[in-house]
């Protein structure tokens, strides 16, 4: 009997989560980039959208009327349209649940209950279900309720006054909160399938954008304060980009044997006496990319990456986009590769570990709307078939 979540192959046969079954009726990025996390790790998605389609598929660039973006977050997902609030498409929703290892939605926290798919409801109908639930501040608190965009979180969590550190607030671009919240999203669901595998049950997992964030901001934002006593006035990072004769590298000397070794190859052992001199650390720093700065400006990019990476100093070139997918190192690790797409072939990074040495292919094209829902309603009434035969005798 066919299965509707796995009769679309997964391309490595023995991915880590292969057999694994996932319901996404998530929208916007979170919850379909740890989805499709979870997809190029090996699992099965079917992508729930509503009726119309994902809104988000409107979203970005365009080729052929195909958005790169919504493509980039559901790539290897199989689709279906349900409108959650029409009774028949519901309970085909519930049965789609029903043989789910994982539900991954990122609805506001009223949004569930009032369908009738609250925690309690899902436990009822599996008990090994795993919900991951992503929200925008929780639900409760004052901001329960409150819309949560990438760049808004920015701005609750310090990043937007970090990077305004040189003049006007500004926020981070490409939306990294949306992207660590999915990563945090996908382990957390990995976390909750491998305690299911110790107790049987499954779990809800509730995953703040404004806690996801404070999580991962914390370790270098906030050295200030770490400690409960200090009160130290806030110091922004330090800009580690080098403009050279004919553009700009990265230069990043992290200790002392690493700054001397620069200073060395520039030939300013006097750039080292001037920073002994300086007792403070943030303005030592600063003397040095001051020094870096002038010194460099005068000879090309290909000079001091030669003359840095010979002498074992940090330094990296400002590739641009196109530049780093021809990269040599890039190409060899396979980073990139081509699946098919309603719009032609579409370049995609596969999953960056490699297990035992095995790369993983990543997850397939993504879906048309609705593609999937004639063979996904079939392949569910065969299961209903066979269980009222299977009762009957």
């Known amino acids: 009997m066919d299965d509707p979540f796995n009769s679309q192959p997964t391309m490595t046969p023995d991915a880590p989560l292969r057999g694994i079954r996932v319901v996404d ?66 309970q085909t929703m519930k049965a789609l649940l029903a043989g789910a290892d994982v539900f991954v939605e990122n609805w506001r926290p009223h949004v569930a209950g009032s369908l009738g798919l609250g925690q309690d409801a899902l436990q009822n109908l599996n008990p090994r279900l795993v919900h991951l639930s992503i929200t925008g501040f929780g639900d409760s608190g004052p901001l329960a309720r409150v819309p949560a965009y990438d760049s808004l979180i920015q701005g609750h969590t310090g990043m937007v006054h970090l990077l305004g550190a040189g003049g006007a607030p500004d926020v981070a671009p490409y939306w990294v909160v949306d992207k660590v919240v999915a990563t945090l999203g996908c382990q957390s669901v990995l976390a909750a399938l491998y305690a299911r595998e110790r107790s049987g049950k499954g779990s809800h997992v509730s995953l703040p954008m404004l806690d996801a964030m404070s999580y991962f901001n914390f370790p270098d934002m906030f050295q200030h304060r770490t400690f409960v006593k200090d009160e ?154 066979q269980k009222e035969e299977t009762h009957e005798q």
């Open 25 to 90: 009726s998530s929208s916007y990025m979170t919850g379909p980039l740890s989805a499709t996390m979870l997809a190029d790790l090996g699992a099965t998605v079917i992508k729930v959208e509503p009726p119309g389609g994902d809104g988000f598929r409107g979203f970005g660039h365009k080729v052929e009327g195909l958005s790169a973006l919504w493509a980039n977050i559901n790539r290897g997902k199989r689709s279906i349209v349900l409108d959650l609030k029409a009774s028949g498409d519901l």
């Open 232 to 385: 130290t006035p806030w110091r922004p990072a330090f800009n580690p980009v080098v403009r050279t004769s004919d553009g700009h590298v990265v230069v990043a000397p992290v200790n002392g044997g690493q700054i001397s070794r620069a200073l060395k190859a520039l030939e300013r052992p006097d750039i080292k006496a001037e920073m002994l001199a300086i007792k403070d650390h943030g303005e030592m720093v600063a003397c040095l990319y001051a020094h870096l700065n002038e010194v460099m400006s005068g000879k090309p990019t290909a000079h001091w990456l030669a003359l840095f990476e010979s002498s074992d100093v940090p330094i990296a070139p400002v590739r641009t986009l196109d530049e780093h997918l021809a990269d040599a190192q890039v190409i060899n690790n396979r980073i990139y590769r081509e699946v098919e797409s309603p719009a032609g072939p579409m370049r995609v990074p596969r999953y960056p570990a490699s297990f035992d040495r095995r790369q993983l292919d990543p997850a397939g094209a993504p879906p048309l709307v609705d593609a999937d829902a004639a063979r996904i309603r079939a392949e569910l009434q065969m299961q209903d078939d």
